[in-house]
């Protein structure tokens, strides 16, 4: 796909060594009519889904970088797993055209990965 965040993104991440849960995305203009908005992250291994947390996202001011990033801690029980399932939701968003009609979109999403 082209990156774009509608409602909710699902991942699969290998672990490593990481720690934390790092998302860089782009942000929708100021008057696109999403904010406020809110990402929320949750993971899921062996042990049950659990949200790692919610972070705002402002809007962008003008002429500022439209890029940001976000972290959230992972709970002790996914440092263990090989694998890590990270479901990210938007708390807004605002349709968009596409070819196959219109579309949710949030975000863009740059990168998505575990970070030490």
Partial sequence: GDGTLGKHAYVALARGEGTRLRVEFERLPADSGLYPLELV???AGAAPRRELG???VHAPAPGEDPRADVEFELP???????FVEV?????N???AASAAGPRPVSARIRSIAIDP
């Fill in 93 to 95: 968003w605002v349709e």
């Fill in 54 to 56: 919610r972070a705002a």
């Fill in 87 to 91: 479901l990210l939701s938007a708390t």
């Fill in 76 to 82: 002790q029980a996914a440092q263990g797993e090989l």
């Fill in 41 to 43: 992250a949750s993971a």
